[in-house]
């Protein structure tokens, strides 16, 4: 069982940055990737970014590239998003999110946090 617990949301101005936190427990051995996705109200919830687990990279929605950067502190075991540059459409849950594949499906993430609530207001 996976284990998985954001934080850092909150209510920033558009232009600003929030960095988002994901703390990870229990068995991630064998996990592939850490994906992050986002839900706004009445949208389905759609992919941000991932990172691979065990090894360099990461991968962005054409829609945050070059904006949001994704990475990992493996001595704390924990998943990060430095969001930049935030605008209003930003706005949505964030969730983080473990899978055995790398994929940027949801359906394919077998494990996932309870999400934290970014607001950017215009």
């Known amino acids: 069982q996976v284990h998985l617990v954001e934080s850092g949301g909150g209510l920033v101005q558009a232009g600003g940055s929030l960095r988002l936190s994901c703390a990870v427990s229990?068995?991630?051995?064998?996990?592939?990737?850490m994906g992050w996705f986002r839900q706004a109200p009445g949208k389905e919830r759609e992919f941000v970014a991932l990172n691979y687990w065990s090894g360099d990279g990461a991968y962005y929605a054409d829609s945050v590239k070059g904006r949001f950067t994704v990475s990992r502190d493996n001595a704390k075991n924990t998943l990060y998003l430095q969001m930049n540059s935030l605008k209003p459409e930003d706005t949505a849950i964030y969730y983080c999110?473990?899978?055995?594949?790398?994929?940027?499906?949801?359906?394919?993430?077998?494990?996932w946090g309870q999400g934290t609530q970014v607001t950017v207001a215009s």
């Open positions: 229990g068995r991630t051995f064998g996990m592939s990737v």
């Open positions: 999110a473990g899978s055995w594949r790398t994929t940027q499906l949801a359906s394919e993430y077998g494990y």
